[in-house]
């Protein structure tokens, strides 16, 4: 594929994932760019320069391989997500089909939804919309029926549950009543997940829901599973239809749609049979026992015919049917089986609601700010909180979402929550505001708030035990405030020069230092006046290592039984040349050539680089209050013109 004006018109078809295996991973990202460029550049084109039955092979042949790549996704870990550029891809192709949705044909538009139902519902549902007349004038339930043969595997099953609830979620409101109104599909639906998966379970050696010490689930057993979640997935959205049309339907319609829907009913009734075991939900239950446990299937078809003339006499012997199918004790709800999902997602045992308990996170401050409230001022009533930690009310509401997508879920909280309504504090809760909804009774939602606001203003505050107040030995002192400073400390060193008091007590330092030195030359001196025999000067005794002087023998014997003399240290001869003259520090070839810097190295016996260094250390040494520098500034003024002009 190259990225030309005769590509830019045509688009090929998309390379196959084996094909793109056989590359390296540097071709396969040049690969994708290309097509994606390629794409760009085509949609950029007027529809009537664009090759549509090459653009249509294009959308086809990726919708194809990307759907088998999703569906084998279901069965085995991938090891790498898609690339960036691959999600750009993805979103191309999606605005190329829709631009294209009448030219496309319904096995495209099939895998299209299989790809993009999970993550582009409202667009491919609109993609669909605008093809409905390819997908209504094909006969689509006999080739899925012919999928759901337990026969196949339970891989099989496993990728055909995902593509009928993918097909179900975006697929318009004519499919979806084809499929539901189909009795053979909905009885090999129902088969398949009673004695279809249970024959499987027992092949691979049963399922057992105390998982003998094992702390996640076997790999087939999730994907077993997963395959009846997805059933009862699609088999809740046909129910859905079907109570959708009776609710709306009057007269002839609605005793044909009666019909229907207590056909349907009744022939799953005679398919439910445990085989004389215990039942357990998503286990070996039949798929109404699970939905009437999960949905309350009766309460719901209940309200669906209240607005009929007679109350037909079929619910009757139909409410009696379905309470026997209940497995719950107490109007509980029992996960069965699909404990195995929840200890093996690594949820501690005891934690079900996730979203609650995130949802709550972060939120400590506040509602300790709301306690504090509280203390200062009782009068002040405490806030109603908008969420709680019942798991059992979160069923219920999506319960309600399930029928009524439309309605807002605080709405349906309060509904469910506040005293004033019938709703609240029943085991049957969401299936009254259902019916509630159904028949338009509900009060207004401006009501219900205003209501529960004025519950909040009546409910008396919960008296918060004050925590006990920390107290150490300085509390009592008495604190000055003059000695604390807000920042870093702004004083630089002109302002500490401006201190006399210590300029002139390290003065009288120095110069208590360089008297001393002096005195002691003054005591030699003496020393060798008084001696009549002639020996070397003081001058003569002090040697510095390095100088470049040979000393003699006879030096060594004219000095022996005598006291060492005192050498002058290193940092004092660097000193008293750094006050005599600044300049022999310099760093430049005249300050080396001159006789001065030379002196000095004979006398400590440094190199320049050595006595260079020692100026711009003493520089930088911040190891003292006071720099040495500085003090030389003060005691030489002349020095300190000659380091400015340096």
């Not at 538009?109 to 299989?114: E, M, N, T, V």
């Not at 037909?312 to 004790?329: F, I, M, P, V, Y």
Request: proline share 5%.
């Amino acid at each position: 594929m190259v990225a030309n004006e005769s590509v830019a018109t045509k688009l090929p078809p998309y390379p196959s994932a084996v094909a793109q295996k056989a590359l390296s991973p540097s071709q396969r990202a040049n690969l994708n760019e290309t097509i994606s460029s390629c794409i760009v550049d085509f949609l950029s084109l007027p529809p009537s320069k664009r090759n549509t039955t090459s653009a249509c092979a294009f959308v086809a042949s990726y919708a194809k391989d990307v759907a088998v790549q999703s569906l084998q996704a279901l069965i085995w870990d991938t090891e790498d997500g898609p690339s960036k550029v691959e999600k750009t891809i993805r979103i191309q192709v999606l605005q190329l089909a829709e631009q294209l949705a009448i030219e496309l044909d319904v096995f495209t538009l099939l895998d299209l939804a299989f790809i993009y139902a999970s993550t582009n519902p409202k667009r491919t549902r609109a993609l669909l919309e605008a093809a409905n007349s390819s997908l209504s004038s094909t006969d689509l339930i006999t080739p899925f029926i012919s999928l759901l043969e337990f026969d196949n595997g339970l891989y099989t099953l496993r990728k055909t549950s995902h593509c009928i609830s993918a097909l179900f979620r975006v697929a318009p409101p004519t499919v979806v009543r084809a499929f539901a109104h189909s009795k053979f599909f909905i009885l090999a639906l129902a088969n398949t997940y009673q004695v279809g998966l249970n024959s499987i379970a027992h092949s691979y050696g049963g399922i057992s829901l105390d998982m003998n010490g094992r702390t996640t689930a076997d790999d087939w057993e999730k994907i077993w599973l997963e395959t009846k979640v997805s059933f009862m997935d699609s088999f809740h959205a046909c129910m859905v239809c079907l109570l959708n049309d009776v609710t709306s339907a009057s007269g002839r319609a609605l005793a044909v749609e009666a019909e229907t829907i207590f056909d349907i009913v009744f022939a799953l009734l005679e398919l439910n049979s445990t085989a004389g075991q215990a039942p357990t939900p998503f286990l070996n239950q039949s798929i109404l026992a699970d939905y009437q446990q999960s949905y309350d299937l009766m309460r719901t078809l209940s309200s669906s015919f209240r607005h009929a003339v007679e109350r037909d006499a079929r619910l009757d012997l139909l409410e009696e049917s379905l309470k026997k199918l209940e497995s719950g004790e107490g109007g509980k709800k029992n996960p069965g089986a699909l404990k195995i999902l929840l200890r093996s997602s690594g949820i501690p045992a005891g934690i079900d609601n996730r979203s609650l308990s995130n949802r709550n996170k972060g939120k400590g401050k506040e509602q300790q700010r709301d306690k504090e409230i509280n203390v200062t001022d009782p009068t002040i009533p405490a806030p109603q909180s908008t969420t709680t930690d019942d798991p059992d009310l979160d069923i219920k509401i999506s319960q309600v979402l399930d029928i009524f997508p439309d309605q807002p879920p605080d709405y349906i909280r309060d509904l469910l929550t506040h005293p004033s309504y019938p709703f609240a504090g029943n085991t049957d809760g969401a299936e009254r505001v259902i019916g509630a909804l159904l028949e338009g009774t509900t009060p207004p939602w401006d009501e219900v708030r205003n209501a529960s606001k004025a519950a909040a203003a009546l409910r008396k505050p919960i008296p918060v035990q004050q925590q006990p107040e920390r107290k150490n030995i300085f509390d009592e002192e008495d604190i000055d405030l003059s000695k604390f400073r807000v920042g870093k400390k702004s004083d630089d060193e002109h302002t500490f020069l401006r201190n006399r008091e210590f300029v002139e007590q390290m003065k009288a330092d120095i110069l208590r230092r360089v008297e001393e030195f002096s005195s002691s030359e003054e005591e030699l001196d003496e020393d060798r006046d008084r001696d009549d025999i002639d020996e070397p000067s003081v001058a003569n005794k002090i040697k510095v290592a390095g100088d470049g002087e040979e000393s003699g023998a006879s030096d060594e014997d004219g000095l022996d039984g005598e006291e060492p003399t005192v050498k002058p240290t290193l940092e004092t001869i660097l000193e008293l040349a750094y006050i005599e003259n600044l300049k022999v520090f310099d760093r430049d070839s005249t300050t080396r050539s001159s006789k001065a810097r030379e002196d000095l190295r004979q006398k400590t016996g440094w190199e320049h680089e050595q006595i260079e260094g020692w100026r711009i250390m003493l520089d930088r040494d911040v190891s003292i209050p006071f720099r040495f520098i500085d003090f030389i500034n003060i005691l030489t003024p002349n020095s300190r013109r000659g380091r400015n002009e340096s």
